[in-house]
């Protein structure tokens, strides 16, 4: 089996595209830019043919999802989504602090 290998790029400093892609053996996803909002999402195999492709209906409203499933959650009067339970959002908290730590950055305060 071959070594899993990742790559991420992150700047403050520029204006990127902020697309994003995520690569395996034997297709890709691309997914248009701002990724962190309802975009285009394309399946890319490996000779470069398009296998699927989705549209979102609304491509504006960055975390609009997000927003909605938190309205959802205090209608419900739920303290936590099931889609994303507090467990899981601590443990992605922590490995970003791991990656933070690392790299040297602090926020103000810290």
């Given at each position: 089996?071959?070594?899993?290998?990742?790559?991420?790029?992150?700047?403050?400093?520029?204006?990127?595209?902020?697309?994003?892609?995520?690569?395996?053996?034997?297709?890709?996803?691309?997914?248009?830019?701002?990724?962190?909002?309802p975009a285009a999402v394309r399946l890319i195999g490996r000779d470069h043919e398009l296998i699927d492709?989705?549209?979102?209906?609304?491509?504006?409203?960055?975390?609009?999802?997000?927003?909605?499933?938190?309205?959802?959650?205090?209608?419900?009067?739920?303290?936590?989504?099931?889609?994303?339970?507090?467990?899981?959002?601590?443990?992605?908290?922590?490995?970003?602090?791991?990656?933070?730590?690392?790299?040297?950055?602090?926020?103000?305060?810290?």
């Amino acid at each position: 089996m071959p070594a899993t290998v990742s790559y991420l790029n992150t700047t403050l400093f520029a204006r990127t595209p902020t697309t994003a892609s995520i690569s395996g053996t034997r297709a890709r996803l691309e997914i248009d830019g701002h990724f962190y909002g309802p975009a285009a999402v394309r399946l890319i195999g490996r000779d470069h043919e398009l296998i699927d492709s989705f549209v979102p209906a609304q491509l504006d409203g960055g975390l609009c999802y997000e927003a909605a499933e938190a309205a959802r959650c205090i209608a419900a009067g739920r303290l936590e989504s099931d889609l994303m339970p507090l467990d899981e959002t601590l443990q992605i908290t922590r490995v970003l602090d791991g990656i933070r730590g690392d790299l040297g950055v602090a926020f103000p305060g810290e």
